[in-house]
């Protein structure tokens, strides 16, 4: 994963997952990040989801960070080319704000 990848804001479209618009960004020859940037906001990383199937997963953590006053994104991020037959490692990647980034250990009181 690289720290960070800036995105513009006429790259953001909508995915709908059964009724529900998310936010989406696809991305072409890049490796995720840990962290994206849109309009000066920072959305960490927070859980992946594989590509067939994942509605009923991907909304039910939106709904909960949602739940929480956090705001997602959803990204996809080409496979490495170590895997091209397979369809495992095709993911949808969700970010959010205001969550504590990967590697930050646990929150105190945890």
């Known amino acids: ?43 960490f990383f927070y859980k992946t989801f594989p590509l067939r199937g994942y509605a009923p997963a991907l909304l039910k953590a939106v709904r909960q960070l949602e739940a929480e006053g956090k705001k997602v994104l959803v990204a996809y991020f080409p496979p490495g080319r170590n895997f091209p037959t397979s369809h495992h490692w095709d993911r949808l990647y969700l970010y959010a704000t205001g969550i504590r980034p990967i590697g930050m250990g646990k929150a105190p009181g945890l």
């Open 1 to 43: 994963m690289v720290s960070e990848i800036t995105v513009p804001e006429d790259r953001i479209e909508v995915l709908e997952v059964d009724g529900q618009e998310l936010p989406y960004v696809e991305f072409h020859r890049r490796q995720p990040a840990v962290k994206l940037v849109l309009d000066g906001e920072e959305y």
